[in-house]
Structures are given as structure tokens and as C-alpha cells.
């Protein structure tokens, strides 16, 4: 079991930048594949970033490619999202994500077994 709890969103001007956190407790973090995802208002979940346990490999949306970055510091327990270049699109609450199987960076929110309560990004043009 772990509890995800994210921080770091807020109101930016386009071409802005904003860092996310996601603290998460349990002694299991640093074996779990995390990822990052995000719900703008009448939307589907979209999947933005992964990043294995070891934080060595990563995968991104291509809405995302370039602007943003995922990392990870498993002796805090804590995910990141930095997020560069904000354009108005990227507007969304956004959720940090645990899958518990070693392995595969999924992209497909029925994958992640846990998640965070959200923190909304608005970003205006």
C-alpha cells in the first residue's frame, strides 16, 4: 500500500514553468514504476510521463516531448514533474500514479494501482 500526495500546482503565464511533487509513503516506493497523468474538464485521463524504478528510463506523451520532465528521488520518497514551455493546453489537474509491478512503463491509467488526490495547473494564454 502507498498514499500519494501531490503539490507544486498553480496559475502560470504561458511559456512559464511549474514543478510538481508527489510525496508518497510506504517502504515500497523505490520498486514501483510511477507516472504522472492529467484531466482537463470534460476530458478523458491523458497519460503525460513515466519513469522506471531506478528513475533510468522514462516515457513521455509527444504533447509533452521536449517541455517536460520526469524524475524521481527515492531516498524522499518523492516524483517530479518539471514543467517547462506551459502553453494553455496543458491546463489540467494532474495525478501522480503508482504501478506496483516491476517493469514496463504503461501508459494506461487501469494499469496504475494507486493514485494521488490531484493539483490543479491552469496555465493562460
Known amino acids: 500500500q502507498v498514499q500519494l500526495v501531490e503539490s507544486g500546482g498553480g496559475l502560470v503565464q504561458a511559456g512559464g514553468s511549474l514543478r510538481l511533487s508527489c510525496a508518497a509513503s510506504?517502504?515500497?516506493?523505490?520498486?514501483?514504476?510511477m507516472g504522472w497523468f492529467r484531466q482537463a474538464p470534460g476530458k478523458e485521463r491523458e497519460f503525460v510521463a513515466a519513469i522506471n524504478w531506478s528513475g533510468g528510463s522514462t516515457y513521455y506523451a509527444d504533447s509533452v516531448k521536449g517541455r517536460f520532465t520526469i524524475s524521481r528521488d527515492n531516498a524522499k520518497n518523492t516524483l517530479y514533474l518539471q514543467m517547462n514551455s506551459l502553453k494553455p493546453e496543458d491546463t489540467a489537474v494532474y495525478y501522480c500514479a503508482a504501478d506496483q509491478r516491476f517493469g514496463l512503463l504503461r501508459v494506461s491509467a487501469s494499469d496504475y494501482d494507486y493514485w494521488g488526490q490531484g493539483t490543479q495547473v491552469a496555465v493562460s494564454s
Open positions: 510506504g517502504r515500497s516506493f523505490s520498486t514501483y514504476v
